[in-house]
């Protein structure tokens, strides 16, 4: 996926959750970082997307701490870092970012 598609992509499935305050991305040529801060203040949720590789990673941040997270990468593909041992990798099916935000949207309801 480019990173135009990805970023609409993005940008449309956070407009559907209500805890989502503000959004905060950085693009370059080839990769998107950035910060979606959530309404609970201590929260962010940090996104990485690199077109050339793939590489995605979406982390719940809580106090400069990732406590979740959902990542592909070349080397483990698609795992998870679950919210009760972040430090781990999970191997997981792929999924589409509908599918990575209706996650957070479960860990949201937790905190």
Avoid: C
Wanted: proline share 2%.
């Amino acid at each position: 996926m480019d990173i135009n598609s990805f970023l609409n992509e993005l940008l449309h499935e956070l407009s559907q959750l209500d805890f989502i305050d503000r959004v905060d991305f950085h693009l370059e040529i080839i990769t998107i970082k950035g910060r979606v801060f959530l309404k609970k203040e201590l929260y962010f949720l940090e996104i990485y997307y690199n077109e050339q590789t793939g590489t995605t990673a979406f982390a719940l941040i809580e106090n400069r701490k990732r406590i979740w997270g959902i990542d592909y990468d070349n080397v483990r593909e698609w795992h998870e870092h679950p919210i009760e041992n972040p430090e781990i990798h999970k191997a997981i099916t792929g999924k589409s970012i509908s599918e990575v935000l209706k996650e957070l949207q479960k860990i949201y309801d937790r905190l």
